[in-house]
Each structure stands twice: as C-alpha cells, then as structure tokens.
C-alpha cells in the first residue's frame, strides 16, 4: 500500500484519539505530516472519504486482533488481551479512536455513520463472544446476556479511557482490574 497513504491514516488516527474526528483538519494533518493539503486531498478527496478508510483500517485490525484472540484457550487471557489494546492511550491519555469517531456521528454523513456502526458493532461482537465462551466455560458469572455484559464493560473502559485524560490517571486499569473480578466465577 502506498506509504504516503497509510502515514496519513496514522496520523489520523492519532488525531482522532486526541481530538476526535471533528477536531482536526485536513490544515492540521498538513502541518503535522510536512505535505501539502492537496496530498492529502489526493489520498482522500473528502474528509469523509478519509473517515471511510480509517473505519475499514479500524475494522480490518479488529478482525486480526480477533483471530489473535481466539489463540488463547482462556477467555480471562482474551479479555486481557482485548484489554492490552487499549493501554497505550492510556498511557497517552487518548481517547478510543472508534468512541471518538461515535462522539461526532450525528455531524457525519451517513455512509460514514454507517461504518462507524458497524465498526462499534464489530467491537462490541468480539467482547461478547470472549464474554459467551468464558461464561460458557465456566470462567465467568453474569447474569446479564454475553452481549449486555460486554456493552457495560466496553462502556466503562471507554469511559475509563476519558476520565484518564483529567486527574484519574491509573482509571484505566483500575477499570480493567475490576471488570475481571467482577466476571470471576
């Protein structure tokens, strides 16, 4: 794949997990990459068009992140892997780039919105199936379904995630540490 094409999804991204999809421009990427907007226009016509790409790259990721999963025989060590993903913007106190692309859903258009769905939706299927089959197992116990059970945990993560950015340093894997204990059989 081009290189000048995926440098820009890759500070894309890191703009979106700061200052979400809104919260930059195609200015902002300019500056950052030391190429001309009309690079970028080139690669992405339409910020738009840039937001599709990210989502199928996002999509794409979580797919192999899945099937890296799937390696592990126990479902705490996959939900500890699913949440490893997530330790380096907390340590760069950033957002989740697929919430921060939700946070600015209703101002997109809606062939993004769509993929930014289905992107959520993917998410939430990987954390409910790890949720199923560590309940199944006999690793977990929640009464709520594998796939409310994994809403209220990619919810408080996210939120986790968020609160990080002020003075709750450490949230994040308080969170993390609780959600698994909270599971325990």
């Known amino acids: 794949m081009n290189t000048t094409y995926t ?3 890759q500070h894309a991204n890191e703009l979106i997990q700061l200052k979400g999809f809104n919260g930059f421009s195609y200015a902002d990427l300019s500056k950052t990459l030391g190429i001309t ?15 599709l790409a990210y989502c199928q790259q996002k999509c794409d990721a979580l797919a192999q992140l899945d099937s890296q999963l799937k390696t592990k025989q126990h479902a705490v060590d996959q939900l500890k892997g ?10 760069q106190q950033q957002m ?11 101002l997109m258009s809606e062939p993004l919105q769509k993929q930014v769905n289905k992107l959520a939706g993917l998410e939430l299927q ?3 199936r790890i949720l199923e089959q560590g309940k199944q ?7 709520a379904t594998p796939y409310q059970q994994a809403v209220i945990i990619c919810c408080a993560i996210k939120g986790a995630l968020m609160l990080n950015r002020g003075q709750h340093q ?4 308080q969170t993390c ?5 909270m599971l325990a059989a």
Request: with cysteine.
């Open 170 to 173: 450490g949230l994040f894997e």
């Open 126 to 128: 990987i954390l409910s």
């Open 37 to 51: 907007k009309a690079s970028i226009h080139h690669h992405f016509p339409a910020k738009a068009d840039l937001g």
């Open 96 to 106: 989740c780039g697929i919430y921060a692309m939700q946070t600015d859903l209703q």
């Open 177 to 181: 540490e609780a959600s698994i204990s």
């Open 82 to 91: 699913y949440f490893a993903i997530f330790e380096s913007c907390a340590e």
């Open 137 to 143: 197992n006999g690793e977990f116990s929640f009464k």
């Open 7 to 9: 440098t820009i999804l």
